[in-house]
């Protein structure tokens, strides 16, 4: 059974850091690519970060280049997002994806889905 947990999030003040974890199960991440994405209340589900499953290649939405860093552990089939120098505004529920589409934050070209893990930056 195909399955992603992601783990990590939290409530951390403006300024602080989490890490995030995206952890798989009945199948390895090898040959995928990994997307990080975030869904705010009221708004889409928008894409933060993925990283590709042959040379490690990364892109970034603006909005957290920087500040984001997204790597991935074939052996330990995880894939993690460093959250650096958070803001009120990256509070969403964050959540990790499977692609066999090749590197690329859109939606629909992701066939697996975590549950989700919320964070919240606030003071």
């Known amino acids: 059974q195909v399955q992603l947990a992601e783990s990590g999030g939290g409530l951390v003040q403006p300024g602080g850091s989490l890490r995030l974890s995206c952890a798989a199960s009945?199948?390895?991440?090898?040959?995928?690519?990994i997307g990080w994405f975030r869904q705010a209340p009221g708004k889409e589900r928008e894409g933060v970060s993925c990283?590709?499953?042959?040379?490690?290649?990364?892109y970034y939405a603006d909005s957290v280049k920087g500040r984001f860093t997204i790597s991935r552990d074939n052996v330990k089939n995880t894939v993690y997002l460093q959250m650096n120098s958070l803001k009120p505004e990256d509070t969403a529920v964050y959540y990790c994806?499977?692609?066999?589409?090749?590197?690329?934050?859109?939606?629909?070209?992701?066939?697996?889905w975590g549950q989700g893990t919320q964070v919240t930056v606030s003071s």
């Open positions: 009945g199948f390895t991440l090898d040959y995928y690519a």
């Open positions: 994806a499977v692609s066999e589409a090749g590197l690329n934050l859109l939606v629909n070209e992701y066939d697996y």
């Open positions: 990283i590709s499953s042959s040379d490690g290649s990364t």
